[in-house]
């Protein structure tokens, strides 16, 4: 005889008890981990009224940190964005030898430690030793402790969103539309824009806002190759533990203010986008892909 | 395209490589069993460890508040998910520091500069992955085999271990191993809080940006190849498993 609590609601969203207890945890959790935390930036940037916050973000140093930081998002996004895109295509519409490995290539900026990454780009491009630094002091280029070397960091750490985000999109629409286009006589380009474009585009709008969330909070990367000079190669995350340690903590944390807002401004973005198109993927759902998941 | 990639990330890895061998394989024995590395070293692998097993079970139950629970401000909840993803790591170790630190907000002193500091941060920024895993899995799980294991008498906790468990495994693994690819080699949000104390608090990454700004690289390179041997092992180990769990799910 089947008890009648046992109803279909209690079954799959468990019982009353059940159910609040999880509730509770749950929440309990995201408020202690999450929410508390970055409510408590907002005071502690006002911590010694608002002219020590004021004066620090607009300070020179601080302005010339915001401006660096936007200059790398501006170089970096776009050329991973042309980069994700073909990239995407050539690994969902063609076949060729190699594949996992380019698939493998593209996932390590998620695998490895940002320090690791900025370690990296000193052996290719210090002057003193690296492969290719002194021939391209030679030529007149720095690159490390450079804003060059800052936007190269830039580029690798956040290369990898766009091609995640796409390509699942292009799985999911597959090529029916851009062969009926060739049919119709429209060469590569025009099958490009007029067909494939419009239907990724949300996915690439996500991969964007992903990569550009992700270039302008790096610190580790950015740390190791940019010699960190205030005013000269200071982004902003790196203002921010300069004026920690300087002891100017409600600086840091106005500064600190700054970036979240911008990351709230992300998050905002991020949901917006996946609302209007449930085909795009959650980020980790997307590094997740090579599984199927 | 190819050329993208190996300027960018390709070159740079077998730099790395190719410089921890420099010396020999005794140099690369002598940099990565020096004390402190070890030590630093061992850190990481072990709060990494701990990190992840409390993300399988944190992760799985906000995963699946999320998708079976209602509550007003359940959307909110849902999209402030993928905060650490957005927030840079450097604003995430401050803001922890406010709060936890010893002259934090909640006024409790003994988590910054401490190993409960370091888990904290890495519980923080490693948060998204298992609940973004499993919730796609959670949505599309069939509840028709809950509801026949009900009838058939089974109680809650049996629906829970013999019909939940085993089809999220799969899931649960894949968000683990990506949370604790992330945790492994976590920077900036350990940098302010850990105190970055040699022998207690340093982590492998923090113990390689020292390397490096003391000029020694190839140490720095050494720990760098034994931190992604690590990480790739891991990253194996976690998809077989999940592979496996597939199979008998």
Known sequence: MLDPSLSERNIVHGGRATRWGLRTIALGYLGALLIVPVIIIFFEAFGDGVGNAWETVTSPDGQHAFWLT??????????????????ALVLVRQRFRGKAFLNSLIDIPFAISPVVIGLSLIFVYGSVDGWFGPWLLDQGIRVI????????????????????????????????????????????????????????????????????????????????????????????????????????????????????????????????????????????????????? | ???????????????????????????????????????????????????????????????????????????????????PFALPTIVAGL????????????????????????????????????????????????QDMEEAAASLGARPFTIFRRIIVPNLTPAILGGCALAFARAIGEFGSLILISGNIPFKTEVASVFIFGQIESGNETSAAAVSVLLLAISVGVLTIFHWLSRRSLRHA
């Not at chain 1, 936007?70 to 990239?87: D, Q």
């Not at chain 2, 070890?38 to 992760?59: C, H, M």
């Not at chain 2, 401490?114 to 519980?123: E, K, N, P």
């Open chain 1, 70 to 87: 936007l200059e790398m998002v501006a170089i970096a996004i776009p050329l991973n964005t042309v980069f994700g895109i073909a990239c």
């Open chain 1, 145 to 293: 402790f450079t804003p060059v070397g800052m936007a190269l960091a830039t580029v690798f750490v956040s290369m990898p969103f766009v091609v995640r985000e796409v390509v699942p999109v292009l799985q999911e629409i597959g090529d029916d539309q851009e062969q009926a286009a060739r049919t119709l006589g429209a060469n590569g380009w025009q099958t490009f824009w007029r067909v494939t474009l419009p239907a990724i585009r949300w996915g690439v709008t996500y991969g964007v806002v992903l990569a550009t969330a992700r270039a302008l909070g790096e610190f580790g990367a950015v740390a190791v190759v940019s010699g960190r000079v205030s005013g000269e190669t200071e982004t902003l995350p790196l203002f921010v533990r300069k004026q920690y340690e300087t002891f100017n903590l409600s600086g840091a944390y106005a500064a600190a203010l700054v970036l979240a807002l911008l990351a709230l401004a992300t998050l905002l973005a991020m949901n917006l986008i996946r609302r209007r198109d449930s085909a795009v993927v959650a980020p980790t759902t997307a590094a997740l892909g090579k599984e199927g998941a």
């Open chain 2, 1 to 83: 395209m190819i050329g993208y990639l190996s300027i960018l990330v390709l070159m740079p890895i077998a730099a790395v490589v190719l410089r921890s061998t420099e010396g020999g394989w005794d140099a690369f024995w002598t940099a990565i069993s020096n004390p402190q590395a070890f030590a630093a070293i061992k850190l990481t692998f072990v709060v990494s460890l701990i990190v992840v097993a409390v993300n399988a079970v944190t992760g799985t139950i906000i995963a699946w508040v999320l998708v079976r629970d209602q509550f007003p401000g359940k959307r909110i909840v849902n999209s402030l998910i993928d905060l």
């Open chain 2, 95 to 142: 803001t922890l520091l406010a709060l936890y630190g010893d002259n934090g907000v909640l006024g409790i002193s003994g988590v910054s500069f401490t190993r409960i500091g370091v888990v904290m941060a890495l519980l923080f920024v490693t948060l998204p992955f298992v609940v973004r895993a499993v919730q796609p899995t959670l949505m599309e799980l069939d």
